[in-house]
């Protein structure tokens, strides 16, 4: 029987997940979170974020309607609270003096932490770390945040996407797509435990030409782009533009169930530090190169990416995107307990 990996893969667990971005959250309040097929509750008590069950344990209502008292979650039924730990501090039913029962207290993830402006969540304790992003603090690039998406299609699905290297004369013919650079030269892709990368050489649209609307009369550059993908499914792009500089661009993914993936994703460009173009450009640009990638992934009837090689046709240009299949079946093979 084949093996088919989505979104609610179990193994997900003991890897990091972003599950919103900061600026998007009112820390007054908390925030319906969905993951892994599981709903929730996003909170930020004491001055940190915290991710505790949908549910009260008590009556099973929403802590989503709940509200912020102090440094806790006061559930909006019975009026129990939970701190950032998860432990339940107050039943108000049963006064000051009473004894919390042991299933009062919810469980919390293994660990959850800000960084890039994104929240993330390791539901058991993580085996890779968040990917690394040495640009972040780099005074030499300017950043742009592409607004948040959420796509019908699974993060590995996404993530085979954002790899491929045979896709874009065909399927961003009306962004970055050079219909005379068909063929993918050899390549080597290196494997580093959770990890892998790859370098290549293609031919793309001059950025100008790219969002004028013109088809016919268009300029093009050789572009070096290095791959970098880290578990379970998070993507990097480095791309050197020679005398133009560098761009880097960063493809975090949400697993929300089987049919749903949100999409965090940033351009960490230094033409945006030197002023030669705004994160602005940078946003419209790559929010219409997603829109091409979304169309097509979004009509993809099976919403998991096969991990036996005999379900899809394989060519020496897919060698990256095998790879990430090879690190999905070793996600797929860790032990559950």
Known sequence: MARWFDNENPGLRNFWHP????????????????????????AQLDGHWALLPETCPHRLAPLTSGTIVGETLQCAYHGWKFDGSGSCVDIPALGSEATIPPTAHLETPAAIEERYGLIWVALDEPLHPIPAVPEW????????????????????????????VA????????????????????????????????????????????????????????????????????????????????????????????????????????????????????????????????????????????LEVGVETHTRADRITVELRRLLADIDDLPTG
């Open 137 to 164: 603090n780099d005074d030499a690039f300017g950043v742009a945040v592409i607004p948040a998406q959420v796509w019908q299609a699974s993060a590995a699905q996404m993530a085979d996407n954002f790899l491929d």
């Open 167 to 306: 896709h874009f004369p065909f399927t961003h013919l009306g962004t970055i797509g050079d219909p005379e650079d068909l063929e993918v030269a050899p390549y080597e892709v290196t494997r580093d435990g959770w990890s892998f990368s790859s370098v290549h050489h293609h031919s793309s649209k001059v950025l100008g030409d790219a969002t004028s609307g013109e088809t016919e009369a268009f300029t093009t550059f050789h572009r070096t782009m290095t791959f970098r993908c880290d578990a379970p499914h998070h993507v990097r792009l480095h791309i050197d533009y020679g005398v133009d500089g560098d761009l880097v661009l960063l493809f975090f993914h949400q697993p929300i169930d089987v049919g749903h993936s949100a999409l965090y994703s940033l351009a960490l460009a230094e033409n945006i530090a030197d002023g030669r173009m705004t994160a602005a450009d940078h946003i419209a640009f790559q929010s219409e190169v997603g829109r091409e990638d979304r169309e097509l992934l979004e009509r993809l009837a099976t919403k998991a990416v096969p």
């Open 19 to 42: 599950v919103a971005r900061v600026a998007d959250l009112d820390n007054s309040r908390p925030h319906a979170v969905r993951l892994l097929g599981v709903d929730y509750t996003l």
